[in-house]
C-alpha cells in the first residue's frame, strides 16, 4: 500500500454487549480517533436493555443480530462526518462478545459478497440471518445440555481436558444445540453459523470468516490442543456442524482485502487488509499486553483474572483457552461473580458510604489482618462452586460472627485477593520476579485497593489508562497480523505503546505475610465450600 508509515493507521472494532466502538491507532501505537454507538439510546427502535433482550423464563438472553449490522453502519457513518481519512487505514481487525452466535441463513454469502455502496448494510442483510435474535454471553438457559453434553464424552472432567472448560451454559456449543433442537428449520435452514467476533470480520471482508483458536476456545467445541474441532462435541451439538463453522483459524491470520463495499463506500484503500477478528477477553489481553509471567486484574461489576500459561491445565474451575498472540501458548480465564457490588455493599455498611472511609480504615488496619479472613458471597460464586454467604475465621481458623468495620473491610479485600491468588496458582500460574499484575476496572482507580493487590501477589501493580482495552488490542493486532503473525511477536511490536503506568508496589515483607495466608485460605474455602 502507498504512503509513508506516518499515514498508516490501524483500526480496531468491537462489537460489544451494550455498543459497537472503533479506535484508530497510528504507526507508534497512539490513538489518534474514537467513537462509538450505544444500541440502547442510538438505536432505540430495537427495544433492547443493555445491549440485550432478556426473555420471560430469566435464562434466555439474546440480542437482534441486525442491531449489530446498523450500528456498525452508524458507527463508520460518524467516522466519515467527522472526516476520517479511511484511505490511510493499511489493516483492520476487531473483537465481539464473546460466546454469542449468528446464524447466516442459506444463500446470505451471496449478498454478503455482492453488495452495493448506495445502499446501508442493513437495508441489503436484513433477510441474510435464519435466527433473528442472537444469543449471547448473558444466557443461561442450557443447564440441562451442558450435562448431556459432558456425559456425551465421558464426563465434566474430560469436557473440560479436550475443550479447556467444562460445559458451561453461555458457551456457544450448548447454545447451538439448543437452536438445532428447538429450532430445527432454523437450524437446517443456516449454512454457516458465526461468532460476533467472526461475524464483524465477515462483515468487513465480504465473505465468511473463520473463527479464531482463542475465540472458538469459548464454545465448548474446539480441541484446544490440535487446534481443530473435537468431533464428539460438534456431533453432540448437530447436525453437519463442521460444515456450518468452517475451519478455526490463528488468531492473526491476515483474511485478505477489504470488501468493495467498504472501498467504494467510505473510501477505504483497497489492499487494507482485514485480521481475524477474536472475543473480547482474548482481545483485551492483547490491548493490556499481557506477557508470559504476568497477570491482568479486572475489578468490576464481576471480578476476572487472566493468566498466561505455556501448559493448560484446565479444571472444574478455570476458562483455559488459546493465546490470541502466540500460538502454542494459553490463558486461563478465572470469573468471581462477587466483585464491585460487594465492595460496594462492605463501603456503604462500614465505611458510612463513603470511599475515602473505606481507604481510611483499609489503611489502618495491618497486612494479613491479625490472621482474619472472610469470605464474602452474596451471591452464589463460580469458585467455590454455588457458595453463598458471608463466612468469617479468626486467626485460629474459628469461625466467628463478626468483625470490627476496618477489620471487614481489609478481610473482604485480601479475601477477595487470596482468592484470585490461590487459584491463578491452581491453573498452573507462577509468581516470578518479573511478575506484573495489569489491573482494569472500576477499582483500579483506587490505590489504597491495589496496594492490597500488589502485596498479596507480592508484585507491581501497572493500569492502562484506557478504558476500552478490547478495542485497543485489535488495533494493535491488526499491526501484528499485517506485519505477519508468525513472523513477529506480538511483544516486540507493542512495547513503546504509550500508556501502561506503575501504579503500587508491593510493601516490604509482604511475601512472608501472604505466602502462608494462601495456604490458610485454601484450608477454609474447602471449609466453606462444604457448609
Known amino acids: 500500500m502507498a504512503g509513508s508509515d506516518v499515514a498508516k493507521l490501524f483500526l480496531g472494532v468491537e462489537i460489544s454487549t451494550q455498543q459497537v466502538k472503533v479506535i484508530a491507532v497510528d504507526n507508534e501505537l497512539s490513538i489518534v480517533y474514537e467513537n462509538a454507538v450505544k444500541y440502547d439510546t442510538e438505536l432505540p427502535h430495537y427495544g433492547t436493555h443493555g445491549g440485550a433482550h432478556i426473555h420471560e423464563d430469566n435464562h434466555t438472553v439474546t440480542a437482534p443480530t441486525l442491531m449489530w449490522v446498523e450500528a456498525v453502519d452508524l458507527v463508520l457513518s460518524k467516522m466519515k462526518n467527522d472526516g476520517f481519512d479511511f484511505s490511510k487505514v493499511v489493516a483492520l481487525s476487531g473483537t465481539g462478545q464473546q460466546h454469542g452466535s449468528v446464524y447466516w441463513k442459506r444463500g446470505a454469502v451471496d449478498i454478503l459478497s455482492n453488495m452495493e455502496p448506495e445502499k446501508s448494510l442493513k437495508v441489503q442483510l436484513q433477510e441474510c440471518f435464519s435466527v433473528a435474535d442472537s444469543p ?32 458451561v451454559e453461555r458457551f456457544t456449543g450448548p447454545q447451538i444445540a439448543k437452536i438445532s433442537r428447538n429450532k430445527p428449520d432454523a437450524y437446517h435452514d443456516t449454512e454457516r453459523i458465526s461468532l460476533v467476533s467472526s461475524f464483524g470480520a465477515s462483515l468487513f471482508l465480504g465473505a465468511y470468516a473463520g473463527i479464531d483458536f482463542a475465540d472458538c476456545s469459548g464454545m465448548n467445541l474446539l480441541n484446544i490442543h490440535k487446534k481443530q474441532w473435537e468431533q464428539g462435541c460438534v456431533d453432540f451439538c448437530g447436525a453437519g456442524l463442521v460444515e456450518k463453522l468452517g475451519d478455526p483459524i490463528p488468531s492473526y491470520q491476515n483474511l485478505g482485502p477489504i470488501s468493495r463495499y467498504f472501498v467504494d463506500r467510505y473510501k477505504f484503500h483497497k489492499d487494507c487488509a482485514v485480521i481475524a477478528f477474536t472475543g473480547d477477553n482474548p482481545a483485551s489481553l492483547a490491548g493490556m499486553r499481557l506477557e508470559e509471567g504476568d497477570i491482568i486484574v479486572t475489578l468490576g461489576t464481576s471480578d476476572c483474572a487472566f493468566v498466561w500459561l505455556r501448559e493448560p491445565r484446565p479444571s472444574h474451575y478455570t476458562n483455559i483457552c488459546c493465546n490470541p498472540v502466540v500460538r502454542d501458548d494459553y490463558f486461563a480465564m478465572i470469573v468471581f461473580k462477587n466483585g464491585s457490588l460487594t465492595r460496594e455493599r462492605i463501603r456503604d455498611e462500614c465505611a458510612e458510604a463513603s470511599w475515602d472511609r473505606f481507604e481510611e480504615l483499609l489503611k489502618q488496619t495491618p497486612k494479613g489482618n491479625d490472621g482474619n479472613i472472610g469470605f464474602y458471597y452474596d451471591v452464589e460464586e463460580i469458585i467455590p462452586s454455588n457458595a453463598k454467604g458471608v463466612h468469617r475465621f479468626d486467626a485460629t481458623g474459628k469461625k466467628v460472627g463478626s468483625f470490627s468495620n476496618a477489620t471487614e473491610i481489609r478481610a473482604l479485600i485480601e479475601g477477595q485477593f487470596l482468592a484470585k491468588r490461590l487459584h491463578a496458582e491452581n491453573s498452573g500460574f507462577k509468581i516470578e520476579p518479573n511478575t506484573r499484575i495489569l489491573a482494569t476496572g472500576g477499582a483500579s ?87
Open 136 to 167: 449471547i454471553w448473558m444466557d443461561s438457559s442450557t443447564t440441562a445440555i451442558c450435562h448431556q453434553l459432558e456425559e456425551s464424552v465421558g464426563g465434566a472432567q474430560r469436557l473440560a481436558s479436550l475443550s479447556g472448560s467444562i460445559g
Open 445 to 531: 482507580a483506587n490505590k489504597a485497593i491495589l496496594q492490597v493487590l500488589a502485596d498479596v501477589f507480592n508484585a507491581p501493580v501497572f493500569t492502562l489508562d484506557v478504558a476500552n482495552s478490547a478495542c485497543l488490542g485489535c488495533a494493535y493486532r491488526a499491526k501484528h497480523g499485517l506485519l505477519g503473525g508468525e513472523k513477529f511477536a506480538f511483544v516486540d511490536i507493542v512495547k513503546n505503546a504509550p500508556g501502561m503506568v506503575l501504579a503500587v508496589a508491593p510493601s516490604p515483607g509482604a511475601y512472608e505475610v501472604y505466602t502462608p495466608m494462601v495456604a490458610m485460605y485454601r484450608k477454609l474455602e474447602t471449609i466453606v465450600s462444604q457448609s
